[in-house]
């Protein structure tokens, strides 16, 4: 496992985010994986997923949220307001649910009190809920707006011709993952849970050339190997609410006899093989790829979609369990947790279904006597 990976993804300002400063080059954070990134990508400017890692305290995040809210946002505005993000050139909020859309006047508020903690390029990108077609017209425009907003603020121009070069690479990343989804399914398992889930997450932070020389190169040893890790071990998928917790998955398979082989996490490889369309119109292309494939529980009316292609990613890794997570007060995936489990418990899927806080894992003891007692239900 490349420690380039781990270590971009464990750490709020990693080695590759420190050298893109170094070089004068600019950065700008995004709370919601429906932010195009090659938006950003194609004027050179560091898409960088913004996450709540690392954080000690929640004293700022309560004084302005509150106690009963997602602590998913609360730990962003920690950070931000202890200065974690001053490498940050601009942010993007998104309203990926109503927790998220408080970050955006929470974190304006706490810019009263703490000063330099909001980028001047501070930006509230919308999403709508649904992928009729009205909804995709609105998104379009949306995109063509944060486009506009990032042309004048940066004094750049982004051509089609740029934004459609930052689709093929981004494209290449995209399938890489998707062949690596394919040699998690194989009986003959070359890599953890934990080391693919760093994978994943750590192409939110990295910029892009570099994580898809550095993917491709950890893919073609991966295919050459010929030693598995999974034999007699429990396969695993592990679902839910948000969550870039490597210790989560590493409390999963560490000195169990289970593997983590597949996950559906805002983080993980929910999107592998959906690649953008290259070819003509590539607003349209970023809205159709971005909003239309979604599967995220805010998304209206897609249930049974998202049931299925659960059950598909199941089928397809030999799952043998389920374990489904939720952050306390996530009534979105609190919700669809109890529908998935209803359905697949049906379906003779055992499942897990946890409520825990984000960030630190605190409640390790409480988490880890489920998991055992939950292997032990699975023959």
Not at 77 to 105: H, N, V, Y
Not at 246 to 272: D, K
């Amino acid at each position: 496992m490349n420690e380039a990976f781990y270590e971009a993804a464990t750490r709020i300002q990693s080695q590759p985010i420190i050298d893109w400063k170094k070089q004068g080059k600019r950065i700008v954070g995004y709370t919601c994986s429906y932010v195009p990134a090659e938006v950003l990508h194609a004027v050179d400017i560091l898409p960088v997923r913004l996450r709540g890692i690392e954080t000690e305290s929640m004293s700022i995040g309560d004084t302005y949220f509150g106690p009963y809210i997602c602590s998913f946002p609360k730990c962003i505005l920690q950070l931000a307001g202890e200065g974690k993000f001053s490498f940050l050139d601009g942010t993007i909020i998104t309203p990926g649910c109503d927790s998220m859309r408080r970050l955006d006047e929470c974190w304006r508020k706490a810019g009263d009190d703490y000063n330099g903690i909001v980028p001047s390029f501070f930006y509230y990108f919308d999403v709508p809920h649904k992928t009729a077609p009205h909804g995709m017209d609105w998104f379009m425009e949306e995109i063509r707006k944060l486009i506009t907003a990032v042309e004048k603020h940066f004094n750049v121009e982004i051509t089609p011709d740029q934004l459609t070069k930052s689709i093929r690479e981004y494209n290449k990343g995209r399938r890489l993952l998707k062949q690596l989804e394919d040699i998690r399914c194989k009986p003959q398992l070359g890599i953890s849970g934990t080391d693919a889930f760093a994978l994943a997450v750590a192409g939110t932070v990295m910029p892009r050339e570099a994580y898809t020389d550095k993917l491709e190169a950890l893919i073609e040893n991966l295919t050459q190997a010929s030693k598995s890790i999974a034999n007699g071990k429990k396969r695993l998928m592990l679902i839910g609410s948000i969550s870039d917790d490597i210790e989560l998955i590493q409390l999963i398979e560490t000195n169990t006899n289970a593997i983590v082989v597949a996950e559906n996490l805002c983080f993980g490889v929910r999107y592998e093989g959906n690649e953008i369309d290259e070819a003509g119109d590539p607003i349209k292309a970023l809205a159709e790829g971005y909003l239309g494939e979604s599967i995220c529980p805010r998304m209206y009316g897609k249930y049974k979609e998202r049931l299925a292609i659960l059950k598909q990613s199941i089928d397809r890794a030999g799952v043998e369990g389920v374990i489904m997570q939720n952050i306390r007060f996530c009534d979105l995936h609190g919700s669809e947790n109890s529908l998935f489990e209803r359905d697949l418990e049906a379906a003779g899927i055992p499942c897990l279904k946890i409520e825990r806080e984000y960030g630190p894992l605190v409640e390790t003891g409480r988490i880890r006597m489920r998991i055992d007692a939950f292997l032990e239900r699975i023959i």
